[in-house]
């Protein structure tokens, strides 16, 4: 038998529904605050990645899916960030607009170990805002996530925030992690002492316990911001506080991609064990210069839909299941033919409907319209096609009545 590849899943019918749920939700909230969609190929240059992620992270470096024609070497996108601002650039909606605010949902690839929430191939819905340094437009950013989980009906999350500074900022950083730790190597796990040379910042993310042990115990604080940047984070602080948005100052929060600066934030959830975070995100002020466009700040965040779905509470879910089919039964040719006819009436008037094509008894399309989460049946007989009329039951209530065949659209109308 024929496999799936490692990494991946199906999404099944039956789940469908609810992947719908929250992409319909999140393009709303997104329209709400003056979001447009951008779709962007599953496939780029290796090179785009490389430049923009760094070379020394481990999605880099471990974790790309690649694609070699001839000289050229593609890959599918770990991420979107980059793969954006690409577009930004070689399409110039820099020129067309000084300020954009851009979202997206599809899939991602990484080559990564699977585990719980963790697929070779996942889902982002996430956004972008291209143009401005402004805090306000931080604070908007993290009250925007906040604004998607609740429109999922998603409780239990927690709201980690901190700030790297700017590029000189984290430098300094940089270099306190190395004294810091410089003593301690041999507490750390083989990667986070391999990481103490490539890319440092890495280590505060490990989840090994140990190395937690040694990140926690290096007591770190705001001292390596400039001051530019230390006012820039209170500020966010600030409008967060006046938007009611709660969240934790978490001075080992870093981000796992060398593009951020300043504002990185984090969203977790308990459900999910060590790996815990479903979403995250922050400034990225100097991946457009460094990509060949202009000095452009910009933010943004992603949420990773297989673990929003991981999270969503079975009551949360129940409230997907609403009937809304209309499902047809007929009993003999003739009724077929009638109720075919009707069928097609029922869909030209958006009318979700439906119907049996395998000639089975009235009990058995019974139960292939309770199976599909029918609203209602409507019944058609040789008794029903002599008289003009239909049998409706609601498949909710239970009541069961006759209505007129040319009555049967605007009475489901009203009712929908």
Same mark, same amino acid.
């Given at each position: 038998?024929?496999?799936?590849? /490692?990494?991946?899943?199906?999404?099944?019918? &039956?789940?469908?529904?609810?992947?719908?749920?929250?992409?319909?939700?999140?393009?709303?909230?997104?329209?709400?605050?003056?979001?447009?969609?951008?779709?962007?190929?599953?496939?780029?240059?290796?090179?785009?990645?490389?430049?923009? /992620?760094?070379?020394s992270?481990?999605?880099?470096?471990?974790?790309?899916?690649?694609?070699?024609?001839?000289?050229?070497?593609?890959? /599918?996108?770990?991420?979107?960030?980059?793969s954006?601002?690409?577009?930004?650039?070689?399409?110039?909606?820099?020129?067309?607009?000084?300020?954009?605010?851009?979202?997206?949902?599809?899939p991602?690839?990484?080559? &990564?170990?699977?585990?719980?929430?963790?697929?070779?191939?996942?889902?982002?819905?996430?956004? &972008?805002?291209?143009?401005?340094?402004?805090?306000?437009?931080?604070?908007?950013?993290?009250?925007?996530?906040?604004?998607?989980?609740?429109?999922?009906?998603?409780?239990?999350?927690?709201?980690?925030?901190?700030?790297?500074?700017?590029?000189?900022d984290?430098?300094?950083?940089?270099?306190?992690l190395?004294?810091?730790?410089?003593?301690?190597?041999?507490?750390?796990?083989?990667?986070?002492?391999?990481?103490?040379?490539?890319?440092?910042?890495?280590?505060?993310?490990?989840? +090994?316990?140990?190395?937690?042990?040694?990140?926690?115990?290096? +007591?770190?604080s705001?001292?390596?911001?400039?001051?530019?940047?230390?006012?820039?984070?209170?500020s966010?602080?600030?409008h967060?506080?006046?938007?009611?948005?709660?969240?934790?100052?978490?001075?080992?929060?870093?981000?796992?991609?060398?593009y951020?600066?300043?504002?990185?934030?984090?969203?977790?959830?308990k459900?999910?064990?060590?790996?815990?975070?479903?979403?995250?995100?922050?400034?990225y002020? +100097?991946?457009?210069?460094?990509?060949?466009?202009?000095?452009?700040?910009?933010?943004?965040?992603?949420?990773?839909?297989?673990?929003?779905?991981?999270?969503?509470?079975?009551?949360?879910?129940?409230?997907?299941?609403?009937?809304?089919?209309t499902?047809?039964?007929?009993?003999g040719?003739?009724?077929?033919?009638?109720?075919?006819?009707?069928?097609?009436?029922?869909?030209?008037?958006?009318?979700?409907?439906?119907?049996?094509?395998?000639?089975?008894?009235?009990?058995?399309?019974?139960?292939?319209a309770?199976?599909?989460?029918?609203?209602?049946?409507?019944?058609?007989?040789?008794?029903?096609l002599?008289?003009?009329?239909?049998? /409706?039951?609601?498949?909710?209530?239970?009541?069961?009545?006759?209505?007129?065949?040319?009555?049967?659209?605007?009475?489901?109308?009203?009712?929908?």
């Open positions: 038998m024929l496999k799936k590849v /490692l990494g991946t899943r199906d999404i099944l019918p &039956e789940e469908i529904d609810l992947w719908q749920e929250i992409e319909n939700s999140s393009r709303f909230v997104f329209s709400l605050y003056g979001y447009k969609e951008i779709r962007t190929p599953i496939i780029e240059d290796i090179s785009l990645f490389n430049r923009s /992620l760094g070379d992270t481990e999605i880099v470096q471990k974790q790309m899916f690649e694609i070699k024609r001839e000289k050229e070497i593609y890959v /599918l996108r770990p991420e979107a960030t980059a954006i601002v690409r577009a930004y650039l070689e399409n110039n909606l820099d020129k067309k607009d000084d300020f954009l605010k851009l979202y997206y949902i599809g991602m690839f990484r080559a &990564e170990r699977p585990q719980k929430g963790r697929l070779r191939q996942f889902h982002h819905i996430g956004c &972008e805002a291209i143009g401005s340094l402004n805090p306000y437009l931080d604070a908007e950013i993290i009250s925007l996530a906040k604004r998607l989980l609740d429109t999922f009906n998603i409780k239990g999350y927690e709201i980690k925030i901190n700030s790297l500074g700017c590029s000189d984290k430098r300094k950083l940089a270099e306190i190395k004294k810091d730790l410089e003593d301690k190597l041999s507490l750390l796990c083989v990667d986070c002492q391999d990481r103490y040379q490539r890319n440092v910042f890495r280590i505060l993310d490990c989840k +090994n316990e140990s190395c937690r042990k040694v990140v926690v115990a290096l +007591n770190l705001d001292k390596y911001l400039c001051k530019d940047c230390l006012t820039h984070f209170e966010v602080k600030i967060l506080e006046r938007l009611k948005v709660k969240y934790k100052i978490a001075p080992y929060l870093v981000r796992g991609l060398d951020y600066t300043r504002t990185v934030f984090e969203i977790t959830h459900d999910l064990g060590s790996q815990d975070a479903i979403g995250a995100g922050g400034r002020d +100097n991946l457009i210069k460094q990509l060949g466009g202009k000095d452009t700040p910009a933010m943004g965040f992603a949420f990773g839909a297989e673990r929003l779905i991981l999270v969503k509470k079975p009551e949360a879910r129940s409230q997907r299941l609403e009937r809304k089919l499902y047809i039964i007929t009993l040719k003739k009724a077929e033919t009638e109720g075919f006819i009707l069928l097609d009436r029922l869909r030209q008037a958006e009318i979700a409907a439906d119907m049996d094509y395998r000639e089975r008894s009235i009990k058995g399309q019974m139960r292939r309770d199976a599909l989460m029918s609203r209602f049946t409507v019944i058609i007989g040789e008794d029903e002599e008289k003009g009329m239909v049998g /409706l039951k609601d498949m909710v209530s239970g009541e069961q009545r006759e209505v007129k065949t040319q009555d049967l659209i605007g009475y489901l109308k009203k009712k929908s």
